[in-house]
């Protein structure tokens, strides 16, 4: 049995990322229109009732789509959100109302859960959401055994604790947001700057990440996604191109790209 991981949008734009086995599939976020969605799903054999769940990262709106809630009520998939998250919804969003009274709003703590085949640890970060913002690791079985992927595609800082939760992942998903010359360089104004910068990873911070990461981890990484690559004081190739330069010659994981409004390759894993 395969895990398949597949970033169908990341940006400011949207959010949205795949993750199933053989046994189930969950989504992180819902930032995807749900008439988009469906044409991703119909490529991988599934629809929104085949999903166990969605995992809720925040509620900035490039990450949640009422519309796409609304339809995955709809379908009978469970909601997962940190309860601090869950109380913000339940006093403004309508639809989080139905999910309440079709028992489909999975609060979440600080301990693991589940969500269809996969065990999943749940852990906050900093960035400027009501309700907080939240990074996901998930434990799944392959056919070689248990699986680790993490993830935190909006962040500001992070410390060794965070360091440690990424540690021997088999997969790591975490934010390259923004290059700091090309930042300065946008018609941005400066409290926008300096908000960006307050609470997006840029492509220094993500390679330092990556590289602490790397010399805790006892086994490396197969993959390394670089997510919400901002359009407009980043690219792909720069954010690409500095964490190869941070790493180093030799080998190293395969890097994998993500865009706006199109997804990355498929990272499948034995």
Known sequence: ??????????????????IWNGRGAVMVDCGLGPRSLAP?????GLDLACLDGVLLTHLHGDHFRETTL?????KGVPLHCHQKIAR??????????RAVNLRLLKP???????????????????????GGCYGFTLFARTGTGIKKVSIATDIGSYDTA?????ADSDVVVIESNYDDDLLEQTERPRWLKDRIREVHFSNDQCACFVCEVLARSRRKPVVIVQAHVSQESNTVEVARNHLRARLGYGHHPRLVETFHLRESELITIE
Request: with cysteine; net charge positive.
């Open 40 to 44: 991703y799903l119909e490529r991988i």
């Open 162 to 166: 965070l360091v440690r939760r990424f």
């Open 70 to 74: 609304r339809r995955l009520m709809h």
């Open 1 to 18: 049995m395969k895990l398949h991981l597949w970033v169908l949008t990341s940006g400011s734009s949207g959010n949205c990322i795949m």
């Open 108 to 130: 979440f703590g600080d301990r693991m859960f589940s969500a269809g085949p996969f065990r999943v640890k749940p852990f906050e970060v900093f960035h400027d959401s009501p």
């Open 88 to 97: 913000h919804l339940s006093r403004s969003r309508d639809p989080i109302a």
